[in-house]
Nanobody, 122 residues
Framework: QVQLIESGGGLVQAGGSLKLSCVVS????????MGWFRQAPGKEREFVAG????????RYTESVKGRFTISRDKAKNTVYLQMNSLKPEDTAGYYC???????????????WGQGTQVTVSS
């Protein structure tokens, strides 16, 4: 059974930073892509960032480019999302997921974590 557990969320002031982690178990970590999504209250879940199985290819939604960085550590079965220069509009529940490729399409991801909350105060 595949399990994804996110951590690292919290309350931060605008301009601050957080680093989210997602530990994956029950599957060979190096064989699949990973994605981060977020969902704000009253809004649909949206793609944030994705990384290929090798870690070579990454992609980001436009609103986080230059501020967020996705990375992965094969030895720790963990994917990270470093978030800098946070804005109040980044406030959301953040979810990691496994997939075949680092696409922005939610339906292409097959296993999901329970999420971690990020709140950015103004």
């Amino acid at each position: 059974q595949v399990q994804l557990i996110e951590s690292g969320g919290g309350l931060v002031q605008a301009g601050g930073s957080l680093k989210l982690s997602c530990v994956v178990s029950g599957r060979t970590f190096s064989t699949y892509a990973m994605g981060w999504f977020r969902q704000a209250p009253g809004k649909e879940r949206e793609f944030v960032a994705g990384i290929s199985a090798s870690g070579v290819r990454t992609r980001y939604t436009e609103s986080v480019k230059g501020r967020f960085t996705i990375s992965r550590d094969k030895a720790k079965n963990t994917v990270y999302l470093q978030m800098n220069s946070l804005k109040p509009e980044d406030t959301a529940g953040y979810y990691c997921a496994t997939g075949a490729v680092p696409t922005s399409m939610e339906g292409e991801y097959d296993n999901w974590g329970q999420g971690t909350q990020v709140t950015v105060s103004s």
